[in-house]
């Protein structure tokens, strides 16, 4: 019995080593390791293969591989939210919206990176990007700087020699209008029979809605959220600061100056007509600029009407406040759920500055790094964006932010929604949407004390804004006896008052028309 007992012991440990010997690496042998994986968005023309040409070195340098996945932007927010949130086939690093950072990070679900400070060096960058890393009056950083989404105004250098524009003539509000109107007057028709228009921008609907808006509310003072005298954020819509600003964007399709019918289309649409010489000015991201130097194969312009045309970046025109420009971009952040020690390691390798330069450099985005910067200012088409940095905003770094964009998108979307009839415009109705939505935003921050302005207070702001003089004579009509309830005069007076708006509403806009 004790014999067979050795032997069977025997057989095991021999079977058992088997095993083992078979799985365990030998000094020859090398450890499968999975590779890293990177989400970003599409920047640029080629997107994966650009970012794929970086990692190669990476690869190369550290023998780790990776693996790109290319999240569309609309699909974007819902897969990363669901990602991060059940951490299942999660990414080891992930672009994120500069927006997006104090959501996910009040959520937990992105890794805090204090303790790597040292390597990350925060002096490194501008400070309107590197205030994008955390949230608002947090110190705990959440993400590293990529690149910088900036938007000024975008001209077609052959329409302003034309048609003998100096960057100097567009840098008020005054002038800018005056060099659209300019443009429209003039009725150029390029050799395919299309009309060159002065300026055009999406309407609703669009993903860029509240970034149009936002420089020429910013320009003249106003805000969308501001916080009261307890420190309390609230919404500043209803304030007369951002009314002016909100009128004077919207003067460029009461005035008729931007056709109604841009309105009906969305960003890409948009920039697809400025590319093809249509229009002379558009405000949109600085990639533009860029693919005008690589070929079509490469994603490029150089053969496109742009390309031969050129195209000159111009400041925000100067409002009551000076010229504030709309400041997005990209971070780069690692889920709270990753165990990898590498993912670090591809981070600061993404985010060092030789990578900055080479990446920003095929995308045509700013780099955020201060030395690629200096660098880059000395590009004559890239310099006006760099001194823009310096008085160029951001959104508000709060957690919910995220929702007050969806709020305000959907109150920019109602107005152009009801400007689509030029003859219905109402200010009354403008008044009314701006005030439902102020509320909305306030219920989201919990704010339940509001000042909002009364039309009256409204309409005078309104007014100033676009130029308006109220004729008070005009303004005391005397009221008509009314009809008895038990009287029917047989006549039907709802379809005559809508006629007389209409009517009322296109003598208006020819009035205002004339006065241009």
Known sequence: MKTFTKIVTIVTSIAVSSIFAAKAPTAKQEVKQEPLTVWIMPNGASPQEKLEQRLNLFTKKTGIKTKVAVLDWGEAWNRISTTLATGVDAPDVLQLGTTWIP?????????????????????????????????????????VPWFIDIRPILANKRVLKKHNINPEDVATFDGFVKAVRKVNNAHEVLDDGTKVRAFAFPGKNDWNLLHNFAPWIWSNGGN????????????????????????????????????????????????????????????????????????????????????????????????????????????LAIP?????????????????????????????????????????????????????????????????????????????????????????????????????????????????????????EFRQTWHKALNIKDNNENRHITEQPKPTPDVD???NATPWIFAIAVLVGFIFAFIRRKKG
């Open 103 to 143: 959501y996910f990070a009040s959520r937990g679900e992105i890794k805090a990176l204090n303790e790597w400070l040292p390597q990350i060096d925060s002096s490194r960058f501008v400070p309107v990007s590197w205030n994008t890393t955390r949230i608002d009056a947090d110190t705990t950083i959440y993400s």
């Open 224 to 331: 969308f959220i501001e916080k009261d005298n307890n420190g309390k954020w609230k919404a500043s819509i209803l304030t007369p600061k951002t009314i002016y600003g909100i009128a004077k964007y919207l003067s460029f399709v009461l005035d008729t100056l931007v056709s109604t019918d841009a309105l009906q289309m969305n960003t890409a649409q948009i920039v697809q007509h400025f590319n093809a010489g249509e229009i002379a000015f558009i405000v949109n991201t600085s990639e533009v600029i860029m693919q005008t130097r690589f070929e079509g194969n490469k994603g490029g312009l150089i053969n496109t009407r742009i390309g031969k045309d050129s195209v000159v970046a111009l400041p925000i025109p100067t409002g009551t406040d000076g010229t504030i420009c709309f400041i997005g971009g990209s971070n």
């Open 336 to 456: 709270a759920k990753n165990k990898r020690p590498e993912a670090l390691d591809l981070l600061l390798y993404l985010t060092n500055d030789e990578n900055l330069n080479a990446y920003t450099q095929q995308i045509g985005m700013l780099p955020a790094s201060k030395k690629v910067l200096k660098s880059w200012s000395k590009d004559e088409d890239y310099k006006t964006l760099v001194t823009m940095l310096e008085s160029g905003r951001t959104y508000t770094a709060i957690p919910e932010w995220g929702d007050i964009e969806q709020i305000l998108g959907s109150m920019f979307s109602a107005i152009w929604d009801h400007l689509e009839i030029p003859a219905l415009y109402s200010e009354e109705k403008i008044y009314e949407i701006l005030s439902n939505y102020s509320k909305e935003i306030n219920k989201r921050l919990n704010y339940k004390n509001s000042s909002d302005l009364t039309f009256a």
């Open 489 to 491: 005069s047989g006549f």
